[in-house]
């Protein structure tokens, strides 16, 4: 079975500081692989996600991830950090079949940027 | 328009009763999912509906229901509420195997 592993609980930075939240996963096969982020009080909502090709995508707001599957890691990186980037965020795998793809997320990360 | 719908936001129960959770959406998605999420855990898939065929996961069989009465609804139930049962339900769907699922706002419950 898949899992996906947040190393870090809690992340503290200054605003303007450049930020990588880790994620590592396991799965045999090949992964979708994605970053949700959940702001207060709200849902979950896409940053961005890898199928295939250019293993550094891009997302919203600045973010990035990089996929390296020789490390089975999906990092998230973002150069420049904003006080309203706190927030948890949460990497997740998908593993398809037939009935639709299901999501295995980490613990999540949550991310704070002191002003 | 990628919205989700979910009502209630907040949902306040009592132990022993039933509750019933609703979610909706507009993008004609094939797959509707719902996830339990509490304070500083991942969110845990409870089950999902594939067009009309329901899929619950092994360890919440016996504590969930669901209903899809059409592509746009799909229904939480909860039969007789627990203290455990007190979460975030989060109420997601998607367009087809391994796409992106798309969140709603979630329903905060607290079962007292």
């Known amino acids: 079975a898949q899992s996906v592993t947040q190393p870090d609980a809690r992340v503290t930075v200054s605003e303007g500081a450049s930020l990588q939240l880790r994620c590592k996963y396991s799965y045999s096969g090949t992964p979708y692989l994605f970053w949700y982020v959940q702001y207060p009080r709200q849902g979950l909502q896409l940053l961005l996600k890898?199928?295939?090709?250019?293993?550094v995508v891009q997302g919203v707001n600045g973010f990035e991830a990089e996929f390296i599957k020789s490390n089975s890691s999906f990092h998230l990186r973002k150069a420049s950090v904003h006080w309203s980037d706190s927030a948890v965020y949460f990497c997740a795998v998908s593993v398809g079949n037939n009935a639709g793809a299901k999501l295995t997320f980490g613990g999540g990360t949550r991310l704070t940027v002191r002003p | 328009d990628t919205t989700v719908k979910q009502n209630p936001r907040y949902k306040l129960a009592r132990v022993g009763k039933p509750v019933n959770l609703i979610c909706s959406q507009t993008?004609?998605?094939?797959?509707m999912y719902w996830y339990q999420k509490k304070p500083n855990q991942a969110p845990k898939l409870l089950l999902f509906?594939?067009?009309?065929?329901?899929?619950r996961e092994a360890d919440t069989f016996e504590k969930f229901q669901s209903s899809r009465p059409n592509n746009s609804f799909c229904s939480l139930y909860i039969g007789s509420a627990g203290l455990e049962y007190s979460a975030m339900y989060l109420c997601?769907?998607?367009?087809?195997?391994?796409?992106?699922?798309?969140f709603g706002p979630g329903t905060r419950l607290l079962v007292l």
């Open positions: 993008m004609n998605h094939d797959t």
């Open positions: 890898y199928y295939s090709g250019d293993p």
């Open positions: 997601a769907s998607s367009p087809g195997q391994g796409d992106t699922q798309y």
């Open positions: 509906y594939y067009d009309k065929i329901l899929n």
